[in-house]
């Protein structure tokens, strides 16, 4: 692990999982209208929501996709991880109250280039509402012990 008990790629397997949950609240989705500019009615206005084939406002796909960072900065890998892509299909609708489960599953690792693919997927009461994969880079102990080599005074 990293000193900010962040998973190094050294440490990891296909297969290893983690999950984070989140309950999407009223004010995440105003909040997050508001960071993004997206301010669909069918997100803001119940009036509106309530015309559309989801019967009243649902959150916005990528505040939902955001339970995934946080799986990914906080349990799998951790602390220390950078995103360098991700893949997203929506399959259903994530409403006010509903509580978010978004799990990440190692599926490769490349040690030398100090990468992971990662399975992503989110559940509402056991529903996949979100699937995916993404790529991150992860920190490395033989990384780090080349760069503290590299950094220390030669003995003169």
Avoid: W
Avoid at 6 to 21: H, K, N, R
Avoid at 72 to 96: C, I
Avoid at 105 to 132: F, H, P, Q, W, Y
Wanted: charged content about 20%; hydrophobic content about 45%.
């Amino acid at each position: 692990m990293n000193d900010q008990n962040g998973y190094d790629v050294e440490d990891l397997q296909p297969g290893m999982s983690a999950t984070f949950s989140k309950t999407i609240t009223e004010a995440d989705i105003m909040m997050f209208a508001g960071v993004s500019g997206d301010t669909n009615a069918v997100h803001l206005n119940e009036e509106f929501a309530a015309t559309t084939r989801f019967g009243g406002r649902i959150a916005h796909g990528f505040l939902t996709a955001s339970v995934i960072s946080a799986a990914v900065a906080n349990r799998l890998p951790g602390p220390g991880t950078v995103y360098l892509g991700q893949q997203l299909r929506f399959k259903a609708p994530v409403k006010p109250g509903d509580t978010v489960h978004a799990t990440v599953t190692v599926a490769s690792v490349d040690a030398a280039k100090a990468r992971v693919m990662l399975s992503t997927i989110c559940r509402v009461k056991g529903n996949v509402v979100i699937e995916g994969e993404a790529t991150v880079m992860i920190t490395s102990r033989a990384q780090r012990a080349a760069h503290e080599r590299q950094a220390a005074p030669s003995a003169a």
